[in-house]
Nanobody, 116 residues
Framework: QVQLVESGGGLVQPGGSLRLSCAAS????????MGWYRQTPGKQRDLVAT???????NYADSVKGRFTISRDNARNTVYLQMNSLKPEDTAVYYC??????????WGQGTQVTVSS
């Protein structure tokens, strides 16, 4: 069964850190661009960061210098290290698998709340 399973969300104080993980089925991980997106109620889902199989990365301007995306191709897992978290980072974070020629796959989402 094809799936993406996120973990690592939670409540953190401003300035704190969290690491999100996304374990993927091998068929939708290999040769795919993996990414993290986030969404708040009533708003569209926005790009946070993406990483290609060769580990070329792209970040939203709002997270550059604070977030780091990485992937472990042996474990079919993508990570998002989030440092210096701000209240405006509060959102549901979704893992994404994208490859030309087929629809994207999405995880179920994990809540990140940044609050004192």
């Amino acid at each position: 069964q094809v799936q993406l399973v996120e973990s690592g969300g939670g409540l953190v104080q401003p300035g704190g850190s969290l690491r999100l993980s996304c374990a993927a089925s091998e068929s939708i991980f290999s040769n795919s661009r993996m990414g993290w997106y986030r969404q708040t109620p009533g708003k569209q889902r926005d790009l946070v960061a993406t990483i290609t199989r060769s580990s070329s990365t792209n970040y939203a301007d709002s997270v550059k210098g604070r977030f780091t995306i990485s992937r472990d191709n042996a474990r079919n897992t993508v990570y998002l290290q989030m440092n210096s978290l701000k209240p405006e980072d509060t959102a549901v974070y979704y893992c994404n698998s994208a490859r030309w020629g087929r629809p994207d796959y999405w995880g179920q989402g994990t809540q990140v709340t940044v609050s004192s």
